[in-house]
């Protein structure tokens, strides 16, 4: 059975710093490529970063550039590294894995499996 568990969410005040962490089991995902999604009540699913399988090809969205890092710790660990966190940040945060041997893509339909998501909220 396939699983990605996310963790490491929590409440935050602004300015602050988290480090999400996703694990996935049931299968190598070393080859495919592995992305953050977040929604805000209301709001739809929105990328946040992605990787590709080696970790040669990164993306982030505008809104967290320079904020926001995305590693790959091993081939079924990615961690999201968020410092300088804002009120608007506040989301559920997912990984998911993409397709293999690509770069990552920022629609969510490109992605397989997906986490049961981790809060994040950043009070002001």
């Known amino acids: 059975q396939v699983q990605l568990v996310e963790s490491g969410g929590g409440l935050v005040q602004a300015g602050g710093s988290l480090r999400l962490s996703c694990a996935a089991s049931g299968r190598t995902f070393g080859s495919n490529a592995m992305g953050w999604f977040r929604q805000a009540p209301g709001k739809e699913r929105e990328f946040v970063s992605g990787i590709n399988w080696s970790g040669a090809v990164i993306h982030y969205a505008d809104s967290v550039k320079g904020r926001f890092t995305i590693s790959r710790d091993n081939a079924n660990t990615v961690s999201l590294q968020m410092n300088t966190l804002k009120p608007e940040d506040t989301a559920v945060y997912y990984c998911?894995?993409?397709?293999?041997?690509?770069?990552?893509?920022?629609?969510?339909?490109?992605?397989?499996?997906w986490g049961q998501g981790t809060q994040v909220t950043v009070s002001s």
């Open positions: 998911a894995s993409g397709q293999p041997y690509s770069d990552p893509a920022t629609n969510p339909k490109a992605y397989d499996y």
